[in-house]
Every structure is written in C-alpha cells, then in structure tokens.
C-alpha cells in the first residue's frame, strides 16, 4: 500500500517571502501521479498543482511549483511571492495510474499561516 | 467554472439513525469517489464507483456504508446506523477520465459536516 507522508505539521512564512513544504511518498510503483490540494478555512479542497511520475520536468502554475525526484520518493511544493490568500492546509496526495485504483492518498497536510 | 456541489453543509443526527449525504458531481465527469475527514486528521478514502457500480472501497466502508446514483445527477452515501465515530467531513468528489497516462484531478465539493449526537 502507498504511503504519504508530510513532516511538518505547521509552518509559516512572511508575506511575500517563498515557502517550500516537503512530502515524501512510498510506494513500488513506477507509475503514478502525485497532487497537491489546498484547503482554505472555507474547507473546499482545491487543487494546485499536479505531476506525473513518467515527466521529468518539474510542474510549475503560476507561483507554485514543485521539486520532484522521483528516486528519492519526494514532492516537495514551493510558494514563492507568498500572499494572504495562500492561508490554509496543503494536503499532498497520491494517485496510482492503474486502472481500478484510482483513489487518492493522503498526507496528514501542512498548515500555513502567512505573516502580514 | 463547474463545481461539485454537496448537500446538506452541516447534518447533525442521532446515533443509530440513518444518514443520507447528497452530491452533484461535475456533468460530464465519470468516477465519482467519497472520502472523509475526521476533525484534525488526514482525508481519508471511502469508496469509488464508476458505472454504476463501485469500483474500489477502503476497510473504513464496511456493511453500514452504501453508494447509489439514483438518477443521472445524484451520487449519494448512505450510512446505516450512524455511531458516534462516524462524526466527520465527508468529501465527494469526481472526475472525467482516468487510467494510463490520465492525470485528470478529483474535483471536490465543499464537503457535508456530519455530527453524530
């Protein structure tokens, strides 16, 4: 079974400033994709970025990007330019691309806190 | 922009009722998924159905727990006999196609609060 896994319950960033939340995954497949998925206190998960496993080249939408290394099992998501609206829980998750188990895992997520 | 959308927001029911949680997938999506999200825990995954039929479920959604699609907007969960650690989020989601080389996101709705008395 695949794991996810974020290390850091919390963290916080000054406004405008750039902030990189880790997550690391375990898993035996080699292909598959990974999400990240923001939860604002509206509580609505929204998706931010996505990677696939077979792409080398890291993902980036707009301020958000990702550093993806796919040996050492890691995804990690960075904000640059951070704004207020950026507040929330980032959950990190994982998707198989078999068909029949197309259910995402999740980390314990990252909550965010932007200093004005 | 098409959303997912949930129905009701908060459900506040007594233990041993049965609950009913209503969702309006994205129209031209395919899979439809529930997920829940016990208060400071992790999202974690119920059940899938695709076709009619469910195509992938978790421990978590034993005997109490049943999905239907009663017509061709509707995707609902059903929980039996509500017990007191049931009282969660409960997310639904979809998605238009997926397999091989498909990334295709889970759009979610804004999820139902369910408080079991």
């Known amino acids: 079974a695949q794991t996810v896994t974020q290390s850091q319950p919390e963290m916080s960033v000054q406004e405008a400033e750039t902030v990189t939340l880790s997550c690391t995954y375990d898993t035996s497949e080699s292909d598959y994709y990974l999400f990240w998925y923001k939860q604002p206190p509206s509580r609505q998960m929204i998706l931010v970025i996505r990677?696939?496993?077979?792409?080398?080249q890291n993902a980036t939408e707009n301020r958000f990007s990702v550093n993806f290394q796919k040996a050492a099992k890691s995804f990690s998501l960075k904000i640059s330019d951070s704004q207020l609206g950026d507040a929330a829980m980032y959950f990190c998750?994982?998707?198989?691309?078999?068909?029949?188990?197309?259910?995402?895992?999740f980390g314990t997520g990252t909550r965010l806190t932007i200093i004005p | 922009e098409p959303e997912v959308t949930q129905t009701p927001s908060h459900q506040v029911t007594q233990m041993g009722q049965e609950v009913i949680l209503r969702c309006v997938p994205i129209?031209?999506?395919?899979?439809f998924y529930w997920y829940r999200q016990i208060l400071g825990q992790k999202v974690e995954f119920l059940v899938s159905?695709?076709?009619?039929?469910?195509?992938?479920k978790s421990e978590i959604f034993d005997d109490q727990f049943s999905v239907e699609r009663p017509d061709g907007s509707n995707f609902t969960l059903k929980i039996r006999s509500t017990k007191l650690e049931d009282s969660a989020m409960y997310f639904c989601a979809s998605s238009e196609i997926l397999g091989m080389h498909s990334n295709q996101p889970q759009h979610f709705g804004d999820g139902t609060r369910l408080s079991i008395l």
């Open positions: 990677q696939e496993a077979y792409k080398q």
């Open positions: 129209s031209n999506h395919l899979y």
């Open positions: 159905f695709y076709n009619n039929e469910i195509s992938e």
């Open positions: 998750a994982y998707r198989s691309a078999l068909k029949g188990n197309e259910k995402l895992t």
